[in-house]
């Protein structure tokens, strides 16, 4: 029997009978005794070789190609190779219509990666140019790598399944936290997942408890303007790899056992690995983009087109994919089990999530499938799941994402509180909303507090020494004339326009990160910390730093020295995390009941007596946690000049007086002290100083 053939010439008169027709599952380049399976979903293609590599970027060694009356079931491509070890070098050739205006952009010049492949190889002459209309790109193409055949050790490592209400999120890039020549590793670890390994006794000891890494996975570096790099990496060309630039070591099974290394050493620390993934579209850009993978494989099931040729651009990146087609879904909640299954990671943030609300005509749908789909699998439970709930074309989904498990980046906590700290009008009773949790965002949904991720600052805009230092954004350095990265920062230069040498002005900037870290930690809900903002780590003004992988993205080590005041801060501040200091016994139920039931009461600069007027700019907040004895009071303060507050509790106060534990507007060390260090505040009064935030606490009688 024939079982296609393969051509180790250029001429398909030299055929060699294979040795079997290989299975339809599992998709992708599965190690079994004896060899290799292939499976590949191709629906409307009408020939498909397999081509084998020696090298990567030579032509293919082997082209094996596939007969449609054996190696092919229903829609499903596939063969079995014998002698194939771990490490082979592969891709695809697809043949079929090209008809852009019926949505078929079959290009068998093209070699296609493997939607499944474990890992990828970039040759040193890569072009996605050459991946455009026109000749064969075999020698400048990216190509898959099969991975498996061995067991990795884990020592006994599992996902930590740390609840939400224990949790503090620290956002972060892989190459940038350590690729800064003063990281103090070597050149060969710098930017990798090894070097991150080396820096976790930092990660360790300011305290967070979950890393949250812009996207790893595999993603094109040349998708950018000329002249420079994609370095956020929010352009994947596979779902399964992880982006080989990350590892220090090379070899073809290099990056996924490093990868593994890391994931392990963050738990053996008791952090957890958050992923920011992207299944909203690729790096295949729009009608005029490169055919890398899924465009040549099967255009009309992968994205979501519009007149047959044109792709819906509700991304902002020139492609969406179509991610309730029943081939899409299966690769989204394959990808997320690998990920949880053989690699090991705690949870996952949806970039621009509501894309995957849409059906293949791009409207939203009231209960999308691959949502449930995703939330239903039992192999994902406990995972979790972080929504970013809106998308490019004006879908905004905050509060009302669905699902039952999942969180949600909260925009309008980082909106509302930025727009306090810069003294606008109008924002007092916003503030108190957010600060319980954004009840009039979630309460509907009677769900815990943790469902908001509260955030200032993420890899998206400004950092947060940027937020207090510029009013506008200087993004020139990106090539797209400051066109590029939003306009409404709600930011406030404190005075002075870019870096200051007025000891006044760094003073006051110092401040106002405070009271941004002391709100985003003490508000009901799970904080967000963006990497280098314990340390006021500048983009110099660029809020879209997408492209910018050098000094202006990268986490400066110098600046841990430099602002060591700021970083002792928010060390002392999440180790505390006062309003969330439960039982260690207790569940997320003690936050519920502190949110809903705790006695609690707002007040003005009189007990009591809250301001909310539109022109009011300063709020207290008294709560009482009996559990635990404990009464505390925050007082925030945005207004150009200093105000007495009046303290509750005045008939406690001679036997149980107030102490204060942070003050933003003190020096260090008496701007946060030690919990048990705290003063007695000498009066029923409290000046707190303009643009601060203060928190005091005081024992109630047993």
């Not at 296609?4 to 005794?33: E, I, M, W």
Request: negative net charge.
């Amino acid at each position: 029997m024939q079982i296609g053939y393969d051509r180790k010439s250029n001429t398909p008169n030299s055929k060699q009978v294979l040795s079997a027709t290989g299975h339809t599952a599992p998709l992708g380049a599965t190690v079994v005794q004896g060899g290799v399976n292939f499976s590949l979903y191709s629906r409307r293609s009408t020939q498909v070789d397999l081509l084998l590599f020696d090298s990567e970027d030579g032509p293919p060694s082997r082209i094996l190609c596939l007969d449609p009356l054996a190696n092919r079931t229903y829609h499903y491509w596939h063969v079995f190779v014998p002698g194939l070890q771990p490490g082979q070098l592969y891709g695809y050739r697809v043949y079929g219509p090209f008809d852009p205006s019926q949505g078929l952009r079959f290009d068998p010049s093209k070699v296609l990666l493997d939607p499944y492949g474990r890992e990828v190889v970039v040759p040193v002459g890569y072009s996605r140019e050459s991946a455009h209309d026109g000749g064969d790109n075999a020698a400048t193409s990216m190509k898959s790598v099969v991975v498996g055949g061995y067991v990795y050790d884990w020592e006994g490592d599992r996902p930590l399944h740390r609840l939400s209400s224990q949790t503090v999120i620290y956002e972060m890039h892989v190459g940038g936290f350590t690729r800064h020549q003063n990281s103090g590793l070597p050149a060969n670890t710098r930017g990798t997942f090894a070097g991150l390994i080396e820096k976790i006794p930092y990660l360790r000891d300011l305290g967070v408890t979950a890393v949250e890494l812009l996207p790893i996975f595999q993603f094109d570096a040349q998708d950018c303007p000329p002249g420079h790099v994609n370095y956020w990496g929010y352009q994947p060309v596979s779902f399964f790899a992880p982006h080989r630039a990350y590892s220090s070591r090379q070899e073809r099974l290099g990056p996924v056992d490093e990868f593994r290394d890391m994931v392990k050493a963050l738990h053996r620390s008791g952090i957890e690995v958050i992923l920011d993934v992207v299944y909203n579209h690729t790096a295949e850009g729009d009608e005029s983009g490169p055919t890398l993978s899924f465009r040549g494989l099967d255009n009309n099931a992968y994205y979501i087109l519009e007149g047959g040729s044109r792709y819906a651009n509700y991304t902002g990146t020139g492609n969406t994919l179509n991610g309730n087609h029943p081939i899409v879904r299966r690769m989204i909640v394959d990808s997320l089990r690998y990920w949880v299954e053989e690699m090991h990671v705690d949870g996952f943030r949806f970039d621009l999530a509501s894309i995957l609300t849409r059906d293949s005509s791009g409207q939203p749908l009231a209960n999308p499938p691959v949502l449930w789909d995703i939330e239903t699998d039992p192999a994902l439970a406990g995972t979790k799941f972080i929504a970013e709930a809106w998308d490019a074309a004006g879908l905004y989904q905050v509060g009302s994402f669905v699902g039952d498990s999942w969180k949600e980046w909260n925009g309008r906590f980082r909106d509302d509180i930025r727009s306090f700290f810069r003294s606008e009008d109008g924002t007092v009773t916003r503030l108190a909303d957010r600060f319980l949790g954004s009840p009039e965002v979630y309460g509907h949904k009677k769900r815990e507090a943790e469902q908001s991720v509260n955030f200032v600052t993420c890899h998206d805009g400004f950092t947060l020494n940027d937020l207090v230092s510029y009013e506008r954004k200087y993004n020139e350095a990106n090539g797209e004339a400051n066109r590029d990265g939003g306009d409404d920062n709600r930011s406030w230069n404190c005075g002075v326009e870019g870096p200051s040498a007025d000891p006044a002005i760094e003073k006051l900037r110092n401040k106002q990160v405070k009271n941004f870290l002391t709100v985003t930690l003490l508000a009901l809900g799970v904080p967000m910390v963006l990497m280098g903002d314990e340390v006021r780590r500048t983009q110099r003004g660029n809020n879209n730093a997408y492209c910018q992988d050098n000094e202006i993205s990268w986490f400066d080590w110098g600046l841990v020295d430099k602002h060591a005041e700021v970083h002792r801060f928010l060390k002392l501040l999440i180790a505390r995390r006062l309003l969330r200091d439960v039982e260690p016994e207790a569940d997320r139920k003690s936050l519920e009941r502190f949110l809903f039931e705790a006695n609690k009461t707002w007040h003005g600069v009189k007990v009591g007596q809250p301001d909310w007027s539109p022109s009011s700019h300063s709020l207290a907040f008294s709560a009482e946690i009996p559990k635990e004895k404990l009464m505390f009071y925050i007082a925030f303060n945005s207004y150009w000049e200093a105000l007495e507050f009046e303290l509750p509790f005045m008939n406690l106060w001679t036997e149980n007086p107030w102490r204060r534990w942070i003050d933003t507007s003190l020096d260090s060390p008496a701007d946060i002290v030690d919990w048990n260090a705290a003063e007695p505040v000498p009066s029923l009064e409290y000046s707190v100083a303009p643009h601060s935030v203060v928190v005091l606490f005081t024992r109630l009688p047993n």
